[in-house]
């Protein structure tokens, strides 16, 4: 079901974009698009530090973006699914102009979408009228 069809699914999604919409948190899901990384790791590729980073990875845990692996004293951070992949590749390809993520991005919005629901009667209609 399309987002437009279901305003419970599109508040869903506004909540969650909105979890997105922090340059910090993305960095991290982006860092993580290239597998599993220790706090450490993200720190040296982000550049974010130390304070700022475990409060944000908190922020990503929480909303089920990330997944954590302990191993001894290390934890390793991960996308938690296909689904956050999926989404910050297109973010990146939309906002990147990379050719191969330009095409998952095609991919990605290709599917066939559901057609529109037919007007009730008398409802308005608008044509274009083209001109030679």
């Not at 999604?13 to 597998?35: F, T």
């Not at 990503?60 to 951070?77: A, D, E, M």
Request: proline share 5%.
């Amino acid at each position: 079901m399309a987002l437009y069809q279901d305003r419970a699914r599109a508040d869903a999604a506004v909540e969650m974009l909105k979890v997105y919409a922090q340059p910090q948190r993305l960095m991290i899901l982006s860092c993580l698009l290239e597998g599993e990384r220790t706090v450490s790791e993200i720190d040296a590729a982000a550049s974010i530090g130390q304070p700022a980073l475990s409060q944000q990875l908190a922020g990503l845990r929480r909303n089920n973006l990330v997944r954590t692996r302990r191993q001894g004293t290390q934890i390793f951070y991960t996308l938690a699914d296909e689904r956050v992949e999926l989404c910050v590749r297109c973010m990146e390809a939309m906002l990147g102009g990379q050719e191969a993520q330009q095409e998952l991005l095609r991919r990605a919005i290709d599917p066939p979408r559901p057609a529109l629901p037919s007007r009730p009667a008398g409802a308005a209609s608008f044509a274009r009228v083209l001109s030679k």
